[in-house]
């Protein structure tokens, strides 16, 4: 989750509950942004999303390889 430090829609103690719901979520603070976080600060959130993206690429890449194995599995079945 990203939130602004400066957000005046959705305070950071709303943030931080939110982000603790997610599985493996985690929040992501921008300094100086309220709640156009992507407008107003877009290097700080691009990065944040790229760090999402590389942090997910082995479990989307295991997740893939786990479902080609059942479907796998599966034609041979039949």
Known sequence: MIAGDEDVLVGAEESR???ALLPR????????AGHLQPL???EPVTRALLELLARTAGSADAAATAATAATTE???AC
Do not use: D, Q, S, W
């Open 17 to 19: 509950r939110t982000a």
């Open 25 to 32: 979520g985690r929040l992501v603070t921008v300094a100086g």
């Open 74 to 76: 599966g034609a041979r």
């Open 40 to 42: 107003e600060a877009p």
